[in-house]
């Protein structure tokens, strides 16, 4: 069983910055495809981006060259770094760890961009 925890969400202005971290338990982190989701109000949760055990990005179009996705194996941590944002990309983002069949969710943190 992996424990995911995120932290970093909050208020931000369009246009600011934010950077997303989850921390995940267990000895096997580095195994793990690891992604970020988010869900806004009454739609369905979508990927934003994921990153694979070797490193390989991906990128959901809407955040493309505004978002990057990086890990730390050494910290069990991956990032969200969110620049430009705008009110579109207000959400509870969700971590997520994948490897075969197991799947793992975090409680999610709320980014809201306002002004």
């Known amino acids: 069983q992996v424990q995911l925890v995120e932290s970093g969400g909050g208020l931000v202005q369009p246009g600011g910055s934010l950077k997303l971290s989850c921390a995940a338990s267990?000895?096997?982190?580095?195994?793990?495809?690891m992604g970020w989701y988010r869900q806004a109000p009454g739609k369905q949760r979508e990927l934003v981006a994921v990153?694979?055990?070797?490193?390989?990005?991906n990128y959901a179009d809407s955040v493309k060259a505004r978002f990057t996705i990086s890990r730390t194996n050494a910290k069990n941590t991956v990032y969200l770094q969110m620049n430009n944002l705008k009110p579109e990309d207000t959400a509870v983002y969700y971590c997520?760890?994948?490897?075969?069949?197991?799947?793992?969710w975090g409680q999610g943190t709320q980014v809201t961009v306002s002004s």
């Open positions: 997520n760890a994948n490897y075969v069949r197991a799947d793992y």
């Open positions: 267990g000895s096997s982190f580095r195994l793990y495809r």
């Open positions: 990153i694979t055990s070797g490193g390989i990005t």
